[in-house]
């Protein structure tokens, strides 16, 4: 079965740092784009950034360039999104999200469960 | 960027009725070469990640009812539901990926009235 799971909920305060994973089964997770998607508590969803791990190819959006950093390991099938100094409105859900083709940024048809982020003092 | 805009922002429609919602993106998401739009549909309901439904526009993911379909093309969109059921209230939003960073809508929210 192909499958993200993604990383447990996590509380933080204010400046602290954190890195959260989406680790990908089923499929061959070097050929596979995968995305971060956050979702503000009772809002939308927002395309944050994607990465390819087969060579580490990595987009942002103009929105969370510089405010974040995308990584992927392919030896252990796992893509990362981390954050070096947490604000208060960093506190949503964020999801990372696979492409349904290889090597093609397209529709997302598998999506992680969602991982909690709550920053708080 | 382009920017995606979806209406209306919630819709309450009687079980059986037809439920429609439009989405415009601000340049085209038709790519000329393959005459295909790069636009998707997903449905979100509470405490759960999105889920794909229509890709290519019109395109139907495998396993979604034939009661959802999708249609438009260049920069105007609809998504239809041709007899709403229960388990249809969610959030649906529209997407393009035509290019990075591949942007949604606001999200619509449809209820039943």
């Known amino acids: 079965e192909v499958q993200l799971v993604q990383s447990g909920a996590g509380v933080k305060k204010p400046g602290e740092s954190l890195k959260i994973s989406c680790k990908g089964s089923?499929?061959?997770?070097?050929?596979?784009?995968i995305a971060w998607v956050r979702q503000m508590p009772g809002k939308g969803l927002e395309w944050m950034g994607i990465i390819f791990p087969g060579d580490s190819d990595t987009r942002y959006s103009p929105s969370f360039q510089g405010q974040v950093t995308i990584s992927a390991d392919k030896s252990i099938s796992t893509a990362y999104l981390q954050w070096s100094s947490l604000k208060a409105s960093d506190t949503a859900m964020y999801y990372c999200?696979?492409?349904?083709?290889?090597?093609?940024?397209?529709?997302?048809?598998?999506w992680g469960q969602g991982t909690m982020v709550t920053v708080s003092s | 960027d382009i920017v995606m805009t979806q209406s209306p922002d919630s819709l309450a429609v009687s079980l059986g009725e037809r439920a429609t919602i439009n989405c415009k993106s601000s340049?085209?998401?038709?790519?000329?070469?393959?005459?295909?739009?790069?636009l998707a549909w997903y449905q979100q309901k509470p405490g759960q990640p999105p889920k794909l439904l229509i890709y290519?526009?019109?395109t139907r993911e495998s396993g979604v009812p034939d009661r959802f379909s999708g249609s438009g093309s260049g920069t105007d969109f609809t998504l239809t539901i041709s007899s709403l059921q229960a388990e249809d209230v969610a959030v649906y939003y529209c997407q393009q990926y035509y290019s990075s960073p591949g942007s949604f809508g606001q999200g619509t929210k449809l209820e039943i009235k």
């Open positions: 290519w526009a019109s």
């Open positions: 089923g499929y061959s997770f070097t050929n596979y784009w």
């Open positions: 340049q085209s998401v038709l790519y000329s070469s393959s005459n295909k739009n790069y």
């Open positions: 999200a696979r492409p349904s083709t290889t090597g093609t940024i397209d529709a997302f048809d598998i």
